[in-house]
T-cell receptor, first 116, second 110 residues
Framework: SAVISQKPSRDICQRGTSLTIQCQVD?????MFWYRQQPGQSLTLIAT?????????ESGFVIDKFPISRPNLTFSTLTVSNMSPEDSSIYLCSVEVSGQSSYEQYFGPGTRLTVT | QKEVEQNSGPLSVPEGAIASLNCTYSDRVSQSFFWYRQYSGKSPELIMS??SNGDKEDGRFTAQLNKASQYVSLLIRDSQPSDSATYLC??????????WGAGTKLIIKP
């Protein structure tokens, strides 16, 4: 498995501003992922971040709104830009680790974002 | 058909009984399946993974995979109130991305 930390754990932001969320893992990993989870909903993948390449965004998510950095194998950031109340959600990073026969994903504790 | 489907519940089970959580999947996802537990306000925690047909046991948890019928189950024996959580089923697709079910809320009644 992997130990993953996220900063901040929660924040309340005004609309129109931006917030950068940091994700730190205790070991080198190739694949990192950013998810969003609305209250009572399942997980929605925002993008996949490989070190040394541009992040790959899922349908409905764009780089201008959610820029991602992946400067090394243990760290990534997700920025939520020009926030609106609809961006209020829990943002989760996860990492992929080799399991017994497949890859397994482990999650950070999440960042609870409220936009007013 | 959604690629990974779960009954959203809630599923209410008396303490000490067996809780049975089910998940069905489509052809598009691969044969790697995962069960995550998510407590309210917390992030998902991987509790079981299964890749081969049959049963896989880990403590009070047993994962069952039936490829012919395209379903995967999670059994929790001797259910405890601390098992009350939402259980998320996930499967890898051909791009090695996790496809998530909606989650089943499990309530263990003392």
């Amino acid at each position: 498995s992997a130990v993953i930390s996220q900063k901040p754990s929660r924040d309340i932001c005004q609309r129109g501003t931006s917030l950068t969320i940091q994700c730190q893992v205790d070991s080198q990993v190739t694949m990192m992922f950013w998810y969003r989870q609305q209250p009572g909903q399942s997980l929605t993948l925002i993008a996949t971040a490989n070190q040394g390449s541009e992040a790959t965004y899922e349908s409905g998510f764009v780089i201008d709104k959610f820029p991602i950095s992946r400067p090394n194998l243990t760290f990534s950031t997700l920025t939520v830009s020009n926030m609106s109340p609809e961006d209020s959600s829990i943002y989760l990073c996860s990492v992929e680790v080799s399991g017994q026969s497949s890859y397994e994903q482990y999650f950070g504790p999440g960042t609870r974002l409220t936009v007013t | 058909q959604k690629e990974v489907e779960q009954n959203s519940g809630p599923l209410s089970v008396p303490e000490g009984a067996i809780a049975s959580l089910n998940c069905t999947y489509s052809d598009r996802v691969s044969q790697s399946f995962f069960w995550y537990r998510q407590y309210s306000g917390k992030s998902p925690e991987l509790i079981m993974s299964i890749y081969s047909n049959g049963d896989k046991e880990d403590g009070r948890f047993t994962a069952q995979l039936n490829k012919a019928s395209q379903y995967v189950s999670l059994l929790i024996r001797d259910s405890q109130p601390s098992d009350s959580a939402t259980y998320l089923c996930a499967a890898l697709d051909s791009n090695y991305q996790l496809i998530w079910g909606a989650g089943t809320k499990l309530i263990i009644k003392p």
